[in-house]
């Protein structure tokens, strides 16, 4: 299937589409005791608003994917972005917790924006071009948690918890309104049927490159997480790092993450998919490695810890965008299908690594523990690269010129 370059959409709205999925996790959580508080109910059941979100947005994206695959691309986010307007009306006007729980779950159809993003990107550029352009938006991605809390903070300190979602009924409004004008249809080949499309599956699911792809995916964006459930508890009991100067610190991983991005979009279309991706998952490595050297010569301190991590946003945001544009790449029909799997898998994997963080970080040195665990993950995603390397270059031997990107 050739590419359709004239339909597609700007890079802006891929970026606010990408940013507004991201905001919607963390703009309101410096809110989260106030809702309680107003709403009289436990804190607990608040924080379902972040735990059960992220639940429904990884069950989300595996039928998202599909859908879009089948009625196309522009259906499917217009219907998502409105429920998530509507779900963020909802939670402006709620008067209690299971209602505000209800609406939030609504809110959860933004996930779409990310997820067909890398869909609309792959129907309408080739591999290079897509993983350039993912680049780039992966930047919102960076930026939006840096300024979403602080910007949640003072609309909560001004004018109340609700604002934050009054704010994201607007975004919502004005995002709707732009795809509905700037969004034409991407997927030119959508399947006649979800039979005929859960025929073609065989091809994606029974690919090693794909899975090669998601494990890179798990184990990269895993480090990231076990870094988010981690640290807090090392600064605190290791280094008694006070929270202004911990939030400092954890923003380093993201702004690292930014500056890999901008390089994957610089780069990704220079050089092939594996060189990204080994490139990325080799700097978290080194990085990771230094760090623990660092701490078994004594030198434990707060500073050495977030020098280490920071290699670990770095590498994510230059190999994520090749794995993401591979992924989607195996079978361009299935693009929806693979981003979304892709996605799912991602967080999935992701609320498993947290719980284990958890569990892991107990007992003795938790910094040394920490990066450790942060490193065999950063292996296993460096060893899923090479894998995708080395199934490249079998195929490279046995597939003639021209032939499909699926391995069998």
Known sequence: MKPVVD????????????ALSTLSLNLFLPSLTN???????DYALVSL??????????????????????????????????????????CFLARDIYGFLLFRALQAGVISGWVLSMAMIRDTHSEGEAASLIGYVAMSMAIAPMLGPMVGGLLDEFFGWRASFLLYSIMGMALLLLCWLDLDETNRSPSATFAVQFQAYPELFGSRRFWGFT??????????????????????RQFAISPGVLGFYMGTITAGFAAGSFVAGRYSNRYPRTTMMIAGRSIACVGLTLGLLMFLAGYAHGLTLFLATIFVGVANGISMPSVNAGAVSIRPGLAGSAAGLIGASTVGGGALLTLLTGY??????A???LLGIMLCCSLLALSAAIYVLLVDRREARLVPIGGSDADG
């Open 7 to 18: 339909a597609s959409p700007r890079l802006i709205t891929l970026i606010l589409l990408a």
């Open 35 to 41: 809702i309680a508080q107003d709403l009289r109910a």
């Open 49 to 90: 608003s972040i735990a059960g979100y992220l639940a429904i947005t990884a069950v989300l994206q595996l039928v998202i994917g599909p859908m879009s695959d089948r009625f196309g691309r522009r259906p499917v986010l217009l219907c998502g972005l409105s429920c998530f307007l509507v779900g963020s009306l909802g």
């Open 215 to 236: 494990l890179c995916a798990v184990f990269s964006t895993g480090a990231f997480y076990i870094f988010l459930a981690g640290v807090p508890l090392v600064a605190a």
């Open 360 to 365: 892991l970080l107990e007992d003795g040195d």
């Open 367 to 369: 910094a040394i523990r």
